[in-house]
């Protein structure tokens, strides 16, 4: 059996997000010096393991976390100083604040940082988390982080588009929004649409009919009529409006 100093010591990383961002500071004399990682440190003896995450984030930036939940964990061997640590991770919100280097012993920088474009070189655990595809985010919307141009919805629509015209609208990891121009056009003839995700469509102008498995007869979709389409429904176009402009604003989620 090894003694207790020879067994792996238990760490606790906090992955603190805010909007689309999360926290990493830059490691100061400690192995490790001059990594990038999460804010954490010792889970100590009859600690939670939120109670370490919110004790350790306040203890080194100042700032108050919420919304805790319980993450993924990492097997990390630090064989240059011979170290071994399990590193627990906990997720967070922070919405507003900066970080101050509360103990600049320990870290001389806090920073915000999009999970896409994390700084080098990182801290064994971080490495050791990404190598596992690990996204924080995953569940989550992930907008865009700058403010778009007004646009209007109507406008730049062709009066006679020889081609049923699709546009994305806006997009994220977890849904997308469409804009769909049709003037006469149809489905080609025993083509089906079989999506592996959900869509809710709209029309805002003109008028549709719609063919859908499971369902009699063609579904008559008039301006403001909306319907929402399970994943793995067939469905097809059986006709739009042939004298004027069908609008839809479709949503695939």
């Known amino acids: 059996m090894p003694k207790n100093k020879d067994r792996p010591l238990i760490g606790v990383g906090v992955i603190v997000m805010r909007g689309q961002h999360v926290l990493l500071g830059r490691r100061k004399n400690a192995h490790g010096a001059g990594t990038w990682q999460f804010p954490g440190g010792h889970l100590e003896f009859n600690e939670s393991i939120e109670d ?7 203890e080194e930036t100042g700032l108050r976390i919420k919304n805790l939940r319980r993450g993924p964990y990492t097997n ?8 071994h640590y399990v590193t627990l991770y906990a997720l967070a919100d922070c919405d507003s ?52 141009k007004v646009a209007n919805f109507f406008s730049e629509i062709a009066e006679n588009p ?20 049709s003037k006469g056009h149809s489905s080609p003839k025993g083509f089906w ?9 709209m029309v805002l102008k003109g008028k549709a009919g719609l063919l859908m498995e499971g369902v009699e007869g063609v579904v008559r979709l008039e301006e403001g009529d909306h319907l929402n389409i399970p994943a793995g429904v067939k469905h097809r176009v059986e006709w739009t409006d042939p004298e004027g402009t069908t609008v839809w604003l479709a949503v695939h989620y």
């Open 52 to 58: 370490c995450a919110r004790r350790e984030v306040f």
């Open 76 to 83: 990390d061997v630090f064989p240059e100083d011979g170290r």
């Open 97 to 148: 604040g900066e970080p101050t280097l509360a103990e600049p012993d320990k870290c001389d920088r806090w920073d915000w940082f999009a999970w896409d474009d994390l700084p080098r070189p990182r801290f064994i655990p971080l490495a050791n988390l990404l190598a596992r595809r690990f996204d924080p985010f995953a569940g989550r919307d992930r907008l865009p982080a700058t403010v778009s």
């Open 162 to 181: 020889p081609e049923e015209t699709f546009e994305d609208i806006l997009k994220s990891d977890r849904f997308r929004v469409e804009r769909i121009v």
């Open 193 to 201: 649409y079989d999506q592996e995700h959900h869509e809710w469509v």
